[in-house]
Structure formats: C-alpha cells, structure tokens
C-alpha cells in the first residue's frame, strides 16, 4: 500500500495533465469542456496497483491455477504412460518366460527321446543271409532258389554242377 502524488489538473478536452504550456491536441471543432480536478493524493494497492478505497477488493490475475491444471494434466499422463510402459514390460516379461519354458520342455522331450532310443532293443529283423552265401542248394529262400538255378544254368567254371 502506497500514497501516489497525481496531477492537479487534467485538461477537459484532452485529459492530459496541464501545465503552464499546455496545448492540447483534440479536434478544433469539438465542444470545449470544462477542465476537471483532481485530488492531489490517491492512496493505490502495492498489490494489484488500483486505487484503493473502501470497498476495494485486491483482485490478481494471475495464470497459476491454469498452470496447476496443465501441471496435474502432465503428471496425470505420464502416471498413466508409465503404467502402460510397465504393463507392456509385464507382458514381455510374461512371453519371454513362457518362450524360456518352451524351450526347456522341447530340451527335456529331445533328451528323453535320446536316452529312449540308446536304451531301445534293436528291432527284431528276419533272416538276413546272402544266397551265394547261404551254402544250402535247397533252401525255402526264393531268392536262393533263384540263385541256383542261376548257377546251375551258368555255362562257366563255378561250383555248380561240378
């Protein structure tokens, strides 16, 4: 709160403080008004910088409370951005676990397979014998039979028909 000093007089026409040399620049054709005074001394708010007077209610116009709505706004997105970044990791975090237990089944079910077939009897098979080797001329083999025939039938030096 402080006490200003004004102007004492104020031109009718113009409204500017007048002086000794005043010359004021409103229009030539216009009604010429009487010169108004004013009190000397005006008592104005440190604050909002307005005359004060009984009824004066100190009013400042500042942008703070839009600026704490854009503020609570920013952090209200960067709350719910990093809520959606963590559920995004727990999601990654969720299939990169899944993936690891995948793989430790397929490693586990290929390592049991192994050992099953080292442990594995052989196949049972038949007979397996070559007719040139087989030695018996009357062998049930068709194969054999086949081969016999074949030497017996053969014009050179063999086993055959000796």
């Known amino acids: 709160m402080g006490f200003r000093l004004r102007g004492v007089v104020r031109c009718g026409r113009c ?7 005043h010359v004021c620049a409103s229009r030539i054709g216009q009604k010429r008004r009487a010169h108004k005074v004013q009190s000397p001394v005006t008592w104005e708010c440190s604050t909002c ?10 009013t400042v116009r500042t942008d703070f409370k839009s600026r704490r709505r854009k503020a609570a706004a920013e952090r209200k997105r960067a709350e719910a951005k990093r809520r959606r970044q963590a559920a995004a990791e727990r999601k ?5 676990q899944a993936a690891a237990e995948r793989r430790a089944r397929d490693q586990a079910r290929k390592k049991a397979a192994k050992t099953a077939a080292r442990t594995r009897p052989p196949r049972p098979r038949g007979e397996s014998h070559e007719p040139g080797s087989c030695g018996d001329r009357d062998c049930p083999a068709y ?13 050179g030096p063999h086993e055959g028909d000796g």
């Open 15 to 21: 409204g500017k403080p007048r002086g000794i040399r």
């Open 49 to 58: 910088h307005r005359p004060r007077g009984l009824s004066h209610t100190c």
């Open 92 to 96: 990654r975090q969720r299939r990169r």
């Open 143 to 155: 194969r054999c039979r086949i081969y016999w025939q074949g030497m017996a039938d053969c014009p």
